[in-house]
């Protein structure tokens, strides 16, 4: 069970950028199931973890991007989505999706670079 992530790339301060993260290889009531996350890795930093939501669409998101980020699930596809506003530098990072308990298998990543 492997989530492919999508949507990153090079934005300048102040933009917005949509990911999306589509889990194969899993039943829906399965991935219905999980509490999905967004995690984030910047290069020399650990992974952190940015946003969550339930089945229920109930959230929940890191000071440092509360205000700015919204995430948000399609259950009958088993997509989890993450829109970024108001970008900053700091933003700069890889963007994974997973379950809250990080009991898939992590995917690619999708590279998302806010510019200054």
């Known amino acids: 069970v492997q989530p492919v992530e999508s949507g990153g790339g090079l934005v300048q301060a102040g933009g917005s950028l949509r990911v999306s993260c589509t889990v194969s290889?899993?039943?829906?009531?399965?991935?219905?199931?999980?509490?999905m996350g967004w995690y984030r890795q910047a290069p020399g930093k650990q992974r952190e973890l940015v946003a969550t939501?339930?089945?229920?669409?109930?959230?929940k998101y890191a000071d440092s991007v509360k205000g700015r980020f919204t995430i948000s699930r399609d259950n009958a596809n088993k997509k989890v989505h993450l829109q970024m506003n108001s970008l900053k530098p700091e933003d700069t990072a890889v963007y994974y999706c997973?379950?809250?308990?990080?009991?898939?298998?992590w995917g690619q990543g999708t590279q998302v670079t806010v510019s200054s």
């Open positions: 997973n379950s809250d308990a990080r009991d898939l298998s």
């Open positions: 290889g899993i039943i829906t009531s399965v991935f219905n199931s999980k509490i």
């Open positions: 939501i339930t089945r229920l669409s109930d959230t």
